[in-house]
């Protein structure tokens, strides 16, 4: 009898335990409230500012790329890069920090983050950028695309008659 009070204590204290861890709420692929809902969408680059070049800008087009970058609600992000050497995709989880600071963890383990801002349906990233071998501040501007809507056909149907002659 006396080794079963101990056994017994020691499973009440094993629940009390169990019962009491919550799963972690830190997951990356789980939006979190933080997130800035104004960045879910999809956004295009449409300018490059270098500002250690003395402002200099550049159209996607004269810089040689095109990318775009959907983020989506559950904390999930895709991009689409196009340049000289072909097509690359990237994917990962993306965070906000006071509706001001993002952070793009990437699937291949890697991380970019940096400062933005949000006027209307145009966004400016301060990221750093790779130009030829050399790591560069940039403003990268971006438009949001307009969302797809989704079409009704109005149209009345047609009544088809099968006539046999």
């Known amino acids: 009898m006396k080794t079963v009070k101990p056994f017994l204590f020691l499973i009440t204290i094993m629940i009390a335990v169990l019962s009491g861890c919550k799963k972690d709420q830190n997951?990356?692929?789980?939006?979190?409230?933080?997130?800035?809902?104004?960045?879910?969408?999809?956004?295009?680059?449409?300018k490059i500012t270098i500002p250690l070049l003395n402002d200099s800008?550049?159209?996607?087009?004269?810089?040689?790329?095109?990318?775009?970058?959907?983020?989506n609600s559950n904390g999930k992000f895709s991009s689409v890069t196009?340049?000289?050497?072909?097509?690359?995709?990237?994917?990962?989880?993306?965070?906000?920090?006071?509706?001001?600071?993002?952070?793009?963890k990437f699937d291949d383990g890697t991380s970019q983050d940096g400062d933005y801002t949000i006027s209307g349906t145009t966004a400016s990233l301060n990221w750093v950028i790779?130009?030829?071998?050399l790591q560069v501040p940039a403003i990268l501007?971006?438009?949001?695309?307009a969302a797809k809507?989704?079409?009704?056909?109005?149209?009345?149907?047609?009544?088809?008659?099968?006539k046999i002659f």
């Open 27 to 46: 997951n990356p692929a789980e939006p979190t409230a933080e997130n800035d809902s104004r960045l879910v969408g999809s956004w295009v680059l449409t």
């Open 57 to 71: 800008t550049l159209t996607p087009q004269e810089a040689g790329v095109q990318i775009t970058i959907t983020f």
């Open 82 to 104: 196009i340049d000289s050497s072909g097509q690359s995709t990237d994917s990962g989880t993306w965070s906000t920090k006071d509706n001001k600071h993002l952070t793009l």
């Open 130 to 133: 790779d130009m030829e071998g």
């Open 141 to 145: 501007d971006f438009s949001k695309k």
């Open 149 to 162: 809507k989704a079409t009704t056909d109005t149209r009345k149907p047609i009544k088809h008659r099968l």
